[in-house]
């Protein structure tokens, strides 16, 4: 069976409040889906995966520095992760915080490994993915769930 990975970091807990919806709804298409904080997060899980969505809180208009660890170290797998679908969500304190730029940071990372990436034209209006500011209100959890099914679609059609 197809399977996404979500990988996230969450300080506060908004932004895995957002990752498990996203697991919800990738869930409801049909793929397996493993929900993983980024720091439990091997290279391996990245090779495995079909999908990757990677969300994170914006700090300074980018992701925090665990993430981008996670990322950086990521090279050691360049190339295995070419053609596999990716997509990115965020959640900041503010409106103005950075949160397209944050997602380009993690949207910029997956397209150097070649992967595929979905945005998010329909609900958020982040358009490049899902974006919370503050706690995700019921509004902003039912677009995390439809981003995942969307992502969960994307896989599928393919794989």
Known sequence: MLEVLVVYYSRTGNT?????????GLGNVGVDVRVKKVE?????????????????PTYFGSMPSVMKEFVDRSIKVRGKLEGKVGAAFTSSKIISGGNETTLISMIEAMLCHGMVIIGDPIKA??????V??????????EACREFGRR???????LG
């Open 132 to 141: 919370s500011i503050g706690k995700p209100d019921d509004e902003t959890l």
């Open 151 to 157: 992502v969960g679609e994307l896989v599928k059609k």
């Open 40 to 56: 439990e997060t091997t290279l391996d899980d990245l090779k495995t995966a079909d999908g990757v969505v990677l969300g994170a």
């Open 125 to 130: 209006g982040g358009h490049y993915g899902v």
């Open 16 to 24: 895995e409040e957002m990752a498990k919806a996203i697991g919800d």
